[in-house]
C-alpha cells in the first residue's frame, strides 16, 4: 500500500507549479467572465395589498426607473453580478490554505467554507452597525424591528449552514484520523485550545441562533446581542483555523502554541476600532440615509396616519 507521503512525493515541484498556474487561470477567467458578463435576468411581479396585479406599475430603484409592469404586473429586470467580488476574496484566502499540506487545512471545502463565513460575520457586522447608528441618530422611525428582524432570519439561515459545514470537516477528518490530524483534533476538542474551541460553539452558533428563535428574545436588543456573539465567534474562529494548524512542527520537535503579545493584541483591537471610527468620518460628510428613502418613509408615515384618521 503506498503512503500519502510517498504519493506526494512523486509528484515533482514543477508538476505543482504548473497545477496551481492552470487553477489560478481557471479561476482568473471565471472571475472576469463574472464581472464583465451580462447582467443576470430576473421577473419581479409588482400587487397590490390584496394581491392583484398592477398593470402599467413604473418601477423606480434611488430615483432611476428600471422597468414598467406588464398587464399581469410582471416586470423584466437585470441584477449585475456584484456578488462576484463577495465569492473571489474569501475563496483565494481559502484556497492559500486548502493547497498547503498541513494538518486542518488540507480540505476540499474550505472555500465555500469561508465564503459562507464571511457572510455570516458581515450580516453580523451590519447588524451592529443598524443598531448604533439608529440609536446614535435616532433613526427609529426608518430603521424599525421589522428590518432587524428579516437580517435576523438570514442570520439563523447563515449560522445554520456554517454549522452544516463545520460537522462536516470535523466529521471526515476525524473519521480517517491521520496522526496529524489526530493531534489537531484532541488540541481543539479536547486539548489546550477545547474552551475556546467549546466557546465558539456555545456561544458563536448555538446562542444567536436560540436567541432568534425564540420570539421572547427576537427583539432588537437580543438580536443586536445575537449579532455582537455571532462577530465575535468568528473572530474566535478564525483564530481557531490559523493557530492551532500552525501549531505542528515541520521539524522533530514537541507541539508548540502561540500565544499573542501585548502589541499584537493592542493592533488587534486598534483596527477593531478603526472600523467604527471610519464610518463615523464617512457619516459626518454623507448622509445615513439617502434622501429619497427619507421622503418615501415619510410618505408612507402620513398615508398611514391619514388612513387612520379616515
Known amino acids: 500500500m503506498t503512503s500519502m507521503g510517498n504519493v506526494r512525493g512523486s509528484v515533482s515541484r514543477r508538476t505543482q507549479f504548473r497545477l496551481l498556474v492552470a487553477l489560478t487561470i481557471v479561476w482568473a477567467l471565471w472571475a472576469g467572465w463574472s464581472l ?4 443576470t435576468p430576473y421577473t419581479l411581479r409588482v400587487l397590490d395589498d390584496v ?12 430615483k432611476s426607473q428600471i422597468g414598467t409592469s406588464a398587464e399581469d404586473g410582471t416586470v423584466d429586470v437585470e441584477w449585475s453580478r456584484s456578488a462576484t467580488v463577495l465569492e473571489a476574496v474569501p475563496s483565494v484566502l481559502a484556497w492559500l490554505f486548502g493547497v ?17 463565513g464571511a457572510m455570516f460575520s458581515g450580516v453580523g ?3 451592529l452597525v443598524l443598531a448604533a447608528f439608529r440609536k446614535a441618530y435616532h433613526l427609529e422611525a426608518y430603521i424599525t424591528p421589522k428590518h432587524f ?11 445554520s449552514g456554517y454549522l452544516y459545514f463545520m460537522v462536516s470537516e470535523y466529521l471526515t477528518e476525524g473519521y480517517k484520523m491521520h496522526e496529524g490530524t489526530g493531534k489537531l483534533l484532541e488540541l481543539l476538542m479536547l486539548g489546550r485550545l477545547a474552551p475556546f474551541f467549546w466557546l465558539f460553539i456555545f456561544g458563536g452558533l448555538l446562542a444567536p441562533i436560540a436567541l432568534i428563535a425564540v420570539p421572547y428574545t427576537r427583539t432588537i436588543p437580543g438580536i443586536t446581542l445575537a449579532a455582537l456573539a455571532v ?6 474562529k478564525r483564530f481557531l483555523i490559523v493557530v492551532p494548524g500552525l ?15 501585548w502589541v499584537e493584541v493592542a493592533i488587534t483591537v486598534g483596527a477593531a476600532a478603526a472600523i467604527p471610527l471610519m464610518l463615523m468620518v464617512f457619516f459626518r460628510f454623507f448622509p445615513v440615509l439617502s434622501i429619497y428613502e427619507m421622503e418615501e418613509a415619510e410618505l408612507e408615515h402620513v398615508t398611514a396616519h391619514a388612513a387612520g384618521g379616515v
Open 125 to 127: 457586522a451590519v447588524i
Open 247 to 261: 501549531a505542528e512542527p515541520l521539524l522533530p520537535s514537541s507541539l508548540t502554541i502561540y500565544y499573542p503579545s
Open 100 to 116: 498547503t499540506v498541513r494538518p486542518g487545512w488540507n480540505s476540499t471545502i474550505f472555500a465555500p467554507y469561508f465564503v459562507l
Open 51 to 62: 394581491g392583484t396585479p398592477i398593470a402599467a406599475a413604473s418601477i423606480d430603484v434611488n
Open 36 to 39: 464583465l458578463g451580462r447582467a
Open 231 to 236: 462577530v465575535l465567534g468568528m473572530w474566535l
Open 149 to 159: 428582524t428579516y437580517l435576523a432570519y438570514i442570520l439563523v439561515v447563515l449560522a
